[in-house]
């Protein structure tokens, strides 16, 4: 399959939830950051790692039957979005994500588009299901990178690694030990980053947890994830796509702690995304921790949904 050709795949319309769902007392209230600015998480190239016969999946670009659909989808001509990137503009509108309860069960699709429209956020239609991978580096460093000023929502705010989303397709919604997410991890990570998949084999990523999250946008535009963290440590190839990142860099934890001393002074224009401080002030440097102890095993709790909101 050619990369730059862009195929989904319909899953079957039957879709089991986990048997393992959290009960309510596994929601942990964490502390809350001020929230700031403007971000989605699309991307350029595409490609998905077939896991069953071709002849046993149905091609498709567009959905055509959404019953959980928030709105009926803007056309791509549409004036109030004439100004949005192309990549991007492209990829709002032809991504499916997937929707969840709050206790992570799939309860159906809609487009990036409509997942990420802020009056949709309020009206309790759009909670979607994320991923945030941690990458670190054999010194323990790790990479960060700053989204593209094209970027509909958070443009050029720093972040972690890889922010994104599984999509709607059957590679993407294996609920069994986070498999979807992580062969939607692997994709992004080439997708974003250039990184190849032999870099990144899915059996090395670390569940660590999950959070579910809101933040505001530019008034228009918003967030709201169910997000899964996911850690590696590999030494890796970098080539950053710059439809969907503007700079990376590695940081050890000093590093760090300078960037965000830097962000909380509004020194040099510097911003983080919501859902990476979140992370930062709540789990990351103990985590940090277990990456150069070599004991992330001991951190994970893939029971809980730590809910932000």
């Given at each position: ?193 250039g990184i190849p998949a032999g870099d990144v084999p899915v059996d090395q990523f ?104």
């Amino acid at each position: 399959m050619s990369l730059t050709s862009r195929i989904l795949f319909t899953p079957p319309t039957t879709i089991k939830a986990s048997p393992c769902l959290p009960p309510p007392s596994a929601f942990c209230p964490l502390k809350t950051p001020s929230l700031y600015f403007n971000s989605p998480h699309p991307s350029f190239l595409r490609f998905t790692h077939i896991t069953k016969s071709p002849s046993s999946l149905f091609a498709r670009v567009f959905s055509s039957f959404n019953p959980t659909a928030t709105t009926n989808p803007p056309t791509m001509g549409d004036a109030p979005d004439a100004g949005m990137d192309a990549v991007q503009r492209r990829l709002m509108f032809e991504d499916e994500c997937i929707l969840v309860d709050e206790n992570d069960r799939v309860v159906g699709h809609d487009s990036k588009y409509n997942c990420h429209l802020w009056e949709n956020i309020l009206k309790g239609n759009a909670l979607h299901r994320a991923f945030s991978v941690f990458l670190f580096n054999s010194k323990h460093e790790l990479l960060l990178q700053q989204r593209s000023a094209t970027k509909v929502t958070f443009p050029l705010v720093w972040t972690n690694t890889c922010c994104s989303h599984p999509l709607y397709r059957e590679s993407e919604l294996i609920d069994e030990d986070a498999l979807g997410v992580r062969n939607a991890a692997q994709r992004k990570l080439f997708d974003e980053l250039g990184i190849p998949a032999g870099d990144v084999p899915v059996d090395q990523f670390s569940s660590l947890g999950r959070i579910l999250y809101k933040a505001p946008s530019d008034g228009k535009w918003g967030e709201h994830e169910l997000d899964y963290l996911l850690f590696i440590v590999r030494d890796v190839s970098v080539n950053p796509n710059p439809d969907e990142v503007a700079d990376v860099k590695y940081v050890n934890q000093d590093e760090l702690k300078e960037l965000l001393r830097k962000a909380d002074a509004g020194e040099e224009g510097l911003k983080l995304s919501p859902w990476f401080r979140l992370v930062v002030d709540n789990f990351l440097f103990k985590w940090w921790d277990h990456v150069e102890k070599g004991t992330l095993e001991e951190a994970a709790d893939m029971k809980a949904i730590h809910k932000l909101t």
